[in-house]
T-cell receptor, first 112, second 114 residues
């Protein structure tokens, strides 16, 4: 099964509202990365958080990591129509020989 | 170019043919990864090249899949005797040193096997 599991699978909110997505994983990790994907093509990197970090910010994005609960959250504040996309969390285990393990993603729709 | 590039963007082939997909990583990046994305399987890891070290091929879905990385830069993913279940978007990524850093993805190659 997928290491990362995003929740919810789909989310629809009004423009200007905040969007929160959650991710859970199963094993010990080196880092966790969040990506955005539009129209099923290239993945755009949003933020990387290491296992010894608890929170990171980048512009309107805020990511938290709780290694005791093996979970992470991505918060997008003041959402815009352009934020409509699929969002994936991906975990890198120590050693990295098996690359990133992705969840199934959250499809976010921002209603104008 | 500043990013990871992949070619071709799209490839349509007939079942049983061989295909070769190419990835140019970001200049200076020593780590290179291949993934594929399909409706049924989501995003799955295929193989990881770390510098000039021999890769671990255990993530490749079958022995019809092979990958090379020449001179520590460009990589090719070859699929022999393609099957319809190989239809997917094949994504390449690179990172500066290794798995502990951000992976930057290319736009992908969309493969359709008829």
């Amino acid at each position: 099964s997928q290491q990362g599991e995003e929740d919810p699978q789909a989310l629809s909110i009004q423009e200007g509202e905040n969007a929160t997505m959650n991710c859970s994983y199963k094993t010990s990790i080196n880092n966790l990365q969040w990506y955005r994907q539009n129209s099923g093509r290239g993945l755009v990197h949003l933020i990387l958080i290491r296992s010894n970090e608890r929170e990171k910010h980048s512009g309107r994005l805020r990511v938290t990591l709780d290694t005791s609960k093996k979970s992470s959250s991505l918060l997008i504040t003041a959402s815009r129509a352009a934020d409509t996309a699929s969002y994936f969390c991906a975990t890198a285990r120590w050693g990295g020989a098996d690359g990133l393990t992705f969840g199934k993603g959250t499809h976010l729709i921002i209603q104008p | 170019g500043a990013g990871v590039s992949q070619s071709p963007s799209n490839k349509v082939t007939e079942k049983g043919k061989d295909v070769e997909l190419r990835c140019d990583p970001i200049s200076g990046h020593t780590a290179l990864y291949w993934y594929r994305q399909s409706l049924g399987q989501g995003l799955e890891f295929l193989i990881y090249f770390q510098g000039n070290s021999a890769p671990d091929k255990s993530g490749l879905p079958s022995d019809r899949f092979s990958a090379e990385r020449t001179g520590g830069s460009v990589s090719t993913l070859t699929i022999q005797r393609t099957q319809q279940e190989d239809s997917a978007v094949y994504l390449c990524a690179s990172s500066f040193l290794d798995y502990q850093e951000t992976q930057y993805f290319g736009p992908g190659t969309r493969l359709l096997v008829l």
